[in-house]
């Protein structure tokens, strides 16, 4: 490898990081993927939730790419937007959080650029020798650690968040929730948001869409197990890890195969009691923790099972 892709200029990266292109491949990233049409249709989830979030969620996405830059990532991961997802999420956390306020866009910007140097933090300690053969992924983990601290730093100037649907019975929460679930991803509690959403998934890989659809179902059926209220089913709050879950293990860090479906819905089951403890346990947001702790351990556990296998 030449000096030259070993170190790429701080130029080069951040030209890549200011495109329209790569911006959108941030916002595909969310969910794995690298398509200009998925990372729009997800914009247009946010607009439809709110302008002034998706104005938070670009500001966050541009601070972290230029972040990247800034580190000297390489040009091409910027161009695949493999920056700009994580400062997109916190834009959203901040508009979730502090809605429009002053604070917020504060926390969008400074907490955008922040992703990087975690992100940098995460992929060296994955790289390190106990570590370094599961080659577990950093995922939206410098998400949740940026959007975390940010939450509570900023407790006093929180806005009121309280859902306002009122559910027709479990049906309706159940049927609901199977695009609600896709939404609140991105923090956004929407029907019309996660049909976006989930449009652009399949336009990116059918599979990666089935996989969606097969978590979010998996992951509200579980939380009505579990005992989960109708009203928070609804809003997607306990089903939308396990989408991120089951996209994961059947098309994306395990080869797609009979058994990697299988896995990706008992990953998406293993998520939802994961988030039912997460959110017993902690006062804020677990934001996307169920599907990443979940991940990284049914991945280790992968590499022992013959029939799953990275690509």
Avoid: K
């Avoid at 916190?90 to 959080?97: I, N, P, Y």
């Avoid at 890989?205 to 109708?230: D, F, N, P």
Wanted: charged share 5%.
């Amino acid at each position: 490898m030449s000096a030259t892709h070993a170190a790429p200029s701080a130029a080069s990266s951040m030209q890549a990081a200011l495109s329209a292109r790569s911006l959108a491949h941030g916002l595909s990233q969310i969910f794995f993927q690298r398509n200009v049409w998925t990372g729009l249709l997800i914009l247009a989830a946010f607009v439809v939730a709110d302008w002034r979030m998706a104005l938070l969620v670009l500001v966050g996405a541009v601070a972290s790419t230029c972040g990247g830059a800034l580190l000297r990532a390489g040009a091409d991961d910027i161009a695949l937007g493999m920056h700009g997802f994580c400062g997109a999420l916190v834009g959203a956390a901040s508009f979730a959080a502090l809605g429009s306020q002053g604070w917020a866009w504060l926390v969008a910007a400074v907490g955008g650029v922040l992703c990087a140097p975690v992100t940098a933090a995460f992929v060296w300690l994955f790289s390190t020798r106990p570590l370094a053969r599961f080659a577990l992924p950093a995922t939206t983990a410098p998400f949740c650690t940026v959007a975390g601290i940010a939450y509570a730093l900023t407790s006093a100037v929180h806005v009121d968040t309280t859902p306002l649907h009122v559910t027709d019975g479990t049906a309706g929460s159940l049927a609901r929730s199977l695009l609600t679930n896709v939404s609140e991803v991105v923090l956004v509690s929407s029907v019309w948001g996660g049909a976006l959403i989930l449009l652009g998934l399949f336009v990116a890989s059918w599979r990666v869409g089935l996989a969606a659809v097969l978590g979010s179902a998996v992951g509200s059926l579980c939380a009505l197990a579990l005992g989960e209220t109708s009203a928070s089913i609804a809003e997607g709050l306990d089903g939308y890890s396990g989408v991120l879950t089951a996209i994961a293990l059947a098309v994306v860090f395990l080869r797609s195969s009979t058994a990697s479906w299988v896995y990706a819905a008992l990953g998406a089951a293993v998520t939802a009691v994961v988030t039912v403890l997460i959110n017993d346990l902690t006062g804020g947001p677990a934001y996307t923790w169920p599907y990443i702790l979940t991940t990284w351990v049914l991945l280790v556990v992968a590499t022992a099972v013959p029939a799953l296998r990275r690509p």
